[in-house]
Structures are given as C-alpha cells and as structure tokens.
Nanobody, 123 residues
C-alpha cells in the first residue's frame, strides 16, 4: 500500500504561484506514472495532470494548460506541480496517486488517497 504525502499548499492571491510536492516515504516511485488530482469544495475530484515514468507529461486539464507544469525529480523521489497565474477556481485540495505501471494511459490508479495539500486562492 502506498500513501502519498503532499505538501506545498497555502493561501495565495490571484496571479500568484505555488509549487506542490508529493512523495511516498520509503517507496520508490521511479517506475510509475504519477497523477495530480484536485477537489474543490462541493465538486468531484478531477485529474489535473499525469507524468509518465520517462518524465514526459501526458497532458493537462484544459483549465490549467499553460499555467501548471508537472515534473519529477527521481533523485528526490518526488513529483512536483508548479502552479502559476493562480485563479480562485484553482482553490481546492490537491492529491497525488500512482498508476499501476509506467504509462498514464490504461491501467489503474492504485494505493490510498493521502491527506492532500490545501490550495486557497483568494485576494
């Protein structure tokens, strides 16, 4: 069972930036695709982006294209989500989860959801 630890959230003004991080202490993420998700209050969880084993992203949620960047640092066993030009609609709890394999396509997301990290975009 792999449970992610997400961090880096906070309160930021519209137009601001944050860098989110996620990892699984004691578990090597190198060979897996990793997805970032978010859930806004009263809304269903949605996928923001996914990064493959080779470090190539598999696309972004339309509403964040051009503003968010997913990346990974294998030396730190960590996946990042850089968020720029934040908007109020980006407010929510952000989560990571891993795929059962190295590709973002097919397969399943496995493991339990972590606590997430809260992002609040407000003046």
């Amino acid at each position: 069972q792999t449970q992610f630890v997400e961090s880096g959230g906070g309160l930021v003004q519209p137009g601001g930036s944050l860098r989110l991080s996620c990892s699984v202490p004691g578990f090597n993420l190198d060979v897996y695709a990793i997805g970032w998700f978010r859930q806004a209050p009263g809304r269903e969880r949605e996928m923001v982006s996914c990064i493959k084993r080779d470090g190539i992203n598999d696309g972004y949620l339309n509403s964040v294209k051009g503003r968010f960047t997913i990346s990974r640092d294998k030396s730190k066993n960590t996946v990042f989500l850089d968020m720029n030009s934040l908007k109020s609609e980006d407010t929510g709890t952000y989560y990571c989860r891993r795929k059962s394999g190295s590709s973002c396509r097919g397969g399943l997301y496995v493991g339990s959801w972590g606590q997430g990290t809260q992002v609040t975009v407000s003046p």
